[in-house]
């Protein structure tokens, strides 16, 4: 056989051809940074399954947001650790719960940086679930007005963008229409519509204190094993209101993004949850791989798969790794 008449490596011969061609790239402005905050002053604690990241005071997360407005990460995505639980997560919706601290406090020293508001209960309820319980069962329709109550919470002290997690059904018409009926029509509702029941969540929720006491969230987070159930979750959230659509989490979750970008053609973010950070991290401590590389490589693939927002726990390093 005669040799190839094309050479798909003369596209590859340098750097500048592979820069022309490149079919996809990694921006800063791809990144949202989640980050953990309690209340105090002066707090900085490591959390030991996340190397390198912290629950932060509010005091002490403005500080940590001075580098993050320097990279040019456009938004971040606080989650809360209540003083206090209880059985209806009143901490969630209450006028100076942390969060709503954290949001008002952030946008009085950073106006510019968008806060995205993790919308879900199991953080501040005593049985980390993410809804009322009635015989050991997450009531869904109680639950949305408890969810809207805190979305419209929110808005009020300043989020920019309000994202549901629960997986309740109906969750982001309720929410949308509280917003609507307070005043809050400009606000977003970037919504996690398939949200996976995954073993990937584990560091978050030593971080976030927020692992259910029985029990699990079989019963209303999703099966891994399906994927045309997200493309229905998705368009009921779409149909409901949502402006964004989430997947969630990425890695082992590829195909999904990418169903869901070729169905809806509506904008995706996908979120790169801890145990893919903390996995990445653990091997890189015992020189396993290179971060740098590994890291990059994951947020392309992620991007390739047909997200336009990454929200990572590597947003830091990323960022100062773009400016490389």
């Known amino acids: 056989m005669p040799f190839p008449e094309q050479r798909p490596r003369r596209l590859r011969i340098n750097e500048n051809i592979r820069r022309m061609v490149r079919e996809n790239s990694l921006s800063v402005d791809d990144l949202v940074y989640p980050v953990f905050v309690c209340h105090g002053s002066g707090q900085s604690f490591p959390i030991d399954s996340m190397p390198g990241i912290y629950r932060y005071s509010v005091d002490m997360l403005l500080r940590e947001l001075e580098e993050i407005v320097k990279l040019k990460i456009p938004a971040i995505l606080p989650f809360g650790l209540p003083a206090q639980k209880?059985?209806?997560?009143?901490?969630?919706?209450?006028?100076?719960?942390?969060?709503q601290q954290a949001v008002r406090a952030?946008?009085?020293?950073?106006?510019?940086?968008?806060?995205?508001?993790?919308?879900?209960?199991?953080?501040?309820?005593?049985?980390?679930?993410?809804?009322?319980?009635?015989?050991?069962y997450v009531m869904n329709d109680p639950t949305l007005e408890l969810l809207a109550r805190t979305a419209v919470s929110h808005a009020a002290a300043g989020a920019d963008i309000i994202a549901p997690s629960d997986m309740m059904?109906?969750?982001?018409?309720?929410?949308?229409?509280?917003?609507?009926?307070?005043?809050?029509v400009n606000i977003p509702v970037m919504a996690y519509s398939a949200k996976y029941c995954s073993a990937f969540y584990g560091p978050f929720r030593d971080a976030a204190d927020s692992a259910p006491k029985f029990g699990d969230r079989r019963s209303y987070q999703m099966d891994p094993a399906n994927s045309d159930e997200a493309l229905r979750e998705v368009r009921l959230d779409i149909e409901e209101g949502a402006d964004i659509v989430m997947v969630k989490p990425a890695l082992a979750y590829m195909d999904i993004i990418r169903r869901v970008r070729d169905e809806f053609g509506f904008p995706v973010a996908a979120y790169n949850v801890s145990g893919e950070y903390s996995m990445v991290k653990a091997a890189a401590n015992n020189g396993w791989v290179d971060e740098k590389r590994i890291v990059m490589e994951i947020l392309t693939g992620i991007k390739r798969a047909g997200a336009d927002i990454v929200i990572t726990y590597h947003a830091r390093e990323a960022a100062k790794w773009l400016q490389d």
């Open 169 to 184: 059904d109906g969750r982001v018409g309720a929410i949308r229409t509280a917003l609507d009926k307070n005043g809050y």
């Open 106 to 136: 952030v946008k009085r020293e950073y106006p510019d940086l968008t806060v995205i508001t993790d919308l879900c209960l199991c953080e501040y309820t005593d049985h980390g679930h993410c809804g009322i319980i009635l015989d050991n």
């Open 86 to 99: 209880d059985e209806a997560g009143s901490g969630a919706y209450a006028e100076d719960g942390i969060i």
